[in-house]
């Protein structure tokens, strides 16, 4: 039998796991075209596929997270309270949900898990 973890813990390995990754891309890519001296256009360039390259590895990586977080879990519903006040997901519903990428694979494996947590 799988031994289940804390909330805090699937929190903590979410902020790792998908924000960390995200920080760098953000921040990051705009810090390497300052750092390479580039001028103010090439500097704006930097900014803005810092954000879209941080938005999308946010999408990829939150579904992976919430499968593993939605498994490894006893109350999903705690869970979702608390990734959404840490700003780690958004609630149910809302607009930015649909920027997740998910396969057709996680989007069932997701589902599943919701429906055990429901039943």
């Known amino acids: 039998m799988k031994t289940e973890i ?3 813990a699937a929190i903590n390995r979410g902020h790792l796991l998908v924000n960390l990754p995200v920080f760098i891309a953000m ?16 500097v704006l360039i ?3 596929s810092g954000f879209i390259l941080g938005w999308l590895v946010w999408s990829c990586l939150i579904t992976k997270w919430k499968i593993w977080a939605y498994e490894n879990v006893a109350n999903l519903d705690e869970l979702k309270r608390k990734a959404i006040e840490e700003k780690l997901i958004w609630r149910d ?6 920027t997740e990428i998910r396969s057709r694979t ?14």
């Open 93 to 98: 519903g809302h607009i930015f949900t649909k």
């Open 46 to 48: 930097g900014l803005v």
């Open 27 to 42: 921040f990051g890519i705009p810090s390497l075209f300052h750092m390479l001296d580039a001028d103010k256009k090439m």
């Open 6 to 8: 804390s909330i805090d």
């Open 106 to 119: 996680d989007k069932i494996k997701l589902r599943a898990l919701e429906k055990r947590f429901n039943d």
